[in-house]
């Protein structure tokens, strides 16, 4: 598992779901790989888990989500900061940031 985070300063827990969460889930959901999405959008931060199935090479995953964020950055609006991911706290301590 891996945790996402994108910041979004000011914006209403509304306006993260809808301007960040929501595309970000979509996008997480086209990973091969990807097994599940779990989000959750509060004021100025947009959160989602993204679940692999199991098997997958975790190193290739972190990549692939990595490369799927940074692809397509430029589909969400520009106050939201770079994201930030990690692998979930029961894996390893690897994070990209």
Not at 33 to 58: N, T
């Amino acid at each position: 598992m891996m945790d996402v985070f994108v910041q979004m300063p000011g914006a209403s827990a509304k306006e993260v779901e809808e301007r960040v969460t929501i595309p970000m889930e979509k996008k997480l959901m086209e990973i091969p790989g990807v097994e599940y999405v779990y989000s959750i959008s509060s004021p100025g931060l947009g959160f989602a888990i993204v679940r692999f199935k199991v098997g997958e090479d975790e190193e290739k995953s972190i990549v692939k989500l990595y490369n799927k964020m940074y692809a397509n950055f430029d589909l969400i609006p520009p106050a939201p900061r770079h994201p930030s991911s990690s692998p979930a706290p029961s894996t390893t301590c690897r994070s990209l940031r």
